[in-house]
């Protein structure tokens, strides 16, 4: 599915860490909020790369830093060889062509007092070079056409439609200046059931017409696999597993991998009592103290004292697949 | 065969030689807007049972929380109006109670549980004195005992340290932790009858798993009938004993779980089992039910759902579908319930 | 991916969007509340006689309001045919003055309201969507002044500008020197709640200048509170000029102000309450009508009701 030739994201050592101060005058740190701590992947022309993780995982933080719209700590963020994450002004702006994003809310994400034209056309007035002015309009209708929107709905404003509609707009934004990589977070999680699957159609119709790469955000496991070409999933702030979907899915073997999957509801009443359940006990710690060694230690039921003084490090290991857990064993919890 | 939904007739009722603890019956819910009356609920009918789960599944829109809501009592009146229908509990219909016997049933005999936590937490009580307050105005406690008491429900959800997290505030605790005090408010009073609208929705999928445990323990424990609000047919599918799917106010298919995820027997229902992505299966395409939920302004003519459906004829244009029996505790709101059942129309 | 190549895809939702036939934006929706609000409609009606009375006066009075038409002869007379509202002190046209002098209140109301939103509007929206020092340094400086009693401060101000430069343009100085700290205020809260949404976000990631985020995506969507607070600050600087002419460092003679004739007649009141009570009124009227305005607007564009 991926060809290993044609990387065209490449993130290295991608640290956040965003302080915690106190005092108002004079201000000290006292700790830092380590959101994202550590992560490094690639991601190839036309692939889809699912990331999943709970609330406080980093996976939000990850897309801001992917978008530009957060500095890191340090790290890489190359697009095609050169690091956004070093880039700015004019050259920053130029870059932002080629990677755009997709919102979950589709409530928030568009500006009430725009039409839907100013919106899908806000990309050519700030990239003006894209498109000469007379074209614009006509590349605003063909825009909505493509995602499925009726064309002379153009002077409409947002709130004349509904959630999915919303969400074709915001996918209209997004394709406007051909972007190769599109930053999906969580992108159909605000949207009804029966409209989610449309919203997921289009997202894959859009990367077979266009080639596109996208890094799919999302808490819903199952969303995901459906996506996704490569899953990694990320816990406080790093990357505990990695691998093809059917790798992840069908033989996990991260702890935390096995038991989100476990908690995953199947929407299939046969075997309900059968079906094996890893319960996790407790919260997840708190990104601004996270444990030693190895950050799941404190939920895991394999924890020995190894983990609590050595990190493992995300590696090929039994599986075939990148894990990173000194005790990975292969173990299919959804009987896939 | 075509049965109007009544109570006694209805498949979601027709459960035998046991009285149901709780019965909707023929519901409507009207909202006066600016833009008109809005007929939220449109003659719904359901019963539970003691120890049993309904799941009641829907989007949003479909009437499925304005159920509740009217079950509960806290629908705002104006702009909200029952035109039609009764609630019964034990026998007795609710809409036709006093205000003061009606509140004596409802949040003791009957509570809920909402979705979002936070805000359902009064922010500046401790969440012992939240709990105790249930004892306290319902069972004249003292402090000290409805303290007590407060700290024994804490740990009957699993609050971990519950002595001494007793009097902490809302904000301190986790998401799952909130919807735990949340729970552990509404089973303060050994309810009868717990309706849960959404309560996982808001909260992770290691935390969802750990609180739907919960409330099937708790469930088995005191034999409470369970309605469980949702629109997560992976939730439903875990814990549900029967089903009632709604779409625009109305029941279009009531069964028992597995009937409707082994073959489904309204095409709505069909469409949303075909639409969802599995974490077990690698899927191919997913199936998408074309175009929108209706406008509740502007409902389409006949079944509501015939905009939407692969399989309308003419007729459904025209005929409002009653909800047929299919078998003793099935019904389907569609005129080839039998077709999509055997898989012949297309 | 070349728009060139680009399917004809039929659109999925034929049948448009799911609201009924509401007005198009936001701002027109308000447009159409205020129209269907009774007590936007007796508001603006009173509101827009005030402002073509103090406009064209000439329109309105009978007698005019040169020393010439004033006649000691007739001093403090009643209602007559001639003279509707009666005379003053020293006989002139108690009606023809009250129409004089509303060009004075509505013209500071108007010209210290406009100020202050936007001066106030703009450094609000400066410190809110720059923050940190520039934000420190505004809200500072505008707390300094908010300090100050208003009443109070603009006696101080008027006096030290002294009774040979007062006018119109010093007392509106003096109010809106003042009063655009609140302004700032609203402003900057506002725009903190617009900067940190969605869509300001998703400005960002095309690559929109802060110029651009802030005049299409903040500013269209913070400025309601602040438009709002300007209507009624409205009414509230009309009756503090009538308050800084009464107490004698706004409007002065021979100008006409509703404050100073009120001022005038206080000492002859029992006798001839006529000249104190219809300026009196008609100050009244044009603050209720303002109040009235303020309230519709308030109500038409609260987001909460949206």
Redesign the interface.
Known sequence: MAPSGDRILEVRDLVKHFPLTQGIVLKRQIGAIKAVDGVSFDLHRGETLGVVG??GCGKSTLA?LL?A?ERPTSGEVKINGVDMAKAHGGE??RM??NI??V???PY????????VGDIVG??F???SEVAPKGDRRR?VQ?LL??V????E?I???P????G??RQ?I?IA?G?A??PEIIICDEPVSAL???????V??LL?RLQN????AYIFIA?D???V???SDRVAVMYLGKIVELGK??AI?ERPSHPYTQ????????????G?ETRE?I??Q??PPSPADPPSGCRFRTRCWKAQDVCAEHEPLLEVRTGGHLSACHFAEVHDV??? | MVTNPSIDTHPLSAEVGQEPLLAVDNLHVEFTTRQGVVRAVNGVSYTVHAGESLAVLG??GSGKSVTAQAIMGILDMPPARIPKGEIRFRGTDMLKLSDQARSQIRGQRIAMVFQDALSALNPVFTVGWQIGEMFRVHRGMSKRDAQKKAIELMERVRI?AARQRVNDYPHQF????RQRIMIAMSIALDPEVLIADEPTTAL???????I??LLAELQRESNMGLILIT????????V?DKIAVMYAGRIVEGAP??DV??NPAHPYSK???D?????????Q??????G??PNLLDMPSGCAFHPRCPYRRDNCVTDVPPLYEISGTRGSACHYYREVLDGTLG | ???DT?????????T????GK?P????SDAWYDLRRNPVFIIGAAMITLFIAVSAFPGLFDTVGVDSSTCDLAVARKGISPQHWFGTDNLGCDVYSRVIHGARVSIIVGIVSAAVTGVVGGALGLLAGFYGRWVDVLLSRVAEIFFAIPSILGALLILAVIGRDNAGITSVVFALALLAWPMILRIMRAAVITAKH???V????????GPG?IML??IL??AVAPVIVVSTINLGAFIAAEAALSFLGVGIQSPQISWGLMIADARNRFVEAPLPLLFPALFLSLTILSVVMLGDAVRDALDPKLR
Request: aromatic residues 4%; neutral net charge; glycine residues 6%.
């Open positions: 709970e609330s801001k978008m719209l920053l702006k932002r062509r755009q994003m919102m979950q809310d928030t994400s568009l500006n009430p007092r725009m039409t806000e990309p007035e700030i990239h590349k063909e056409e493509v499925g929107l009726n064309p709905h002077n409409r404003y709130h004349q439609f509904s999915g509609q074709r915001g934004r394709l200046l051909q009804d059931v029966s409209i989610q699957a449309q997921m159609n894959e017409e266009f080639n596109l808490h496991l199952s969303v696999r459906h996506i979907d059917d899915y038991a989100l999957l476990s908690a995953v509801p199947v929407p299939d009443p046969e309900r359940r319960i996790l407790g919260d959804i009987g896939a | 989007e949003s971990p986790s998401g799952g932790m992770d999928v290691t935390v969802q798993a750990q739907m445990e629109h997560d047919l992976g939730v439903v599918a875990d549900a779980v597995h995820y082994k469409g949303l089992l639409s969802i992505p599995r974490v077990d299966q690698k899927g395409e997913l199936y998408a039910i074309k929108l939920p | 991916m070349s728009n680009l399917p004809a895809t039929a659109p999925a939702q034929p448009g969007p799911a609201k509401r198009a934006s936001l701002w949404q969605d869509y976000m998703a400005a960002r990631a095309l690559g929109a651009r299409r995506h269209p969507n």
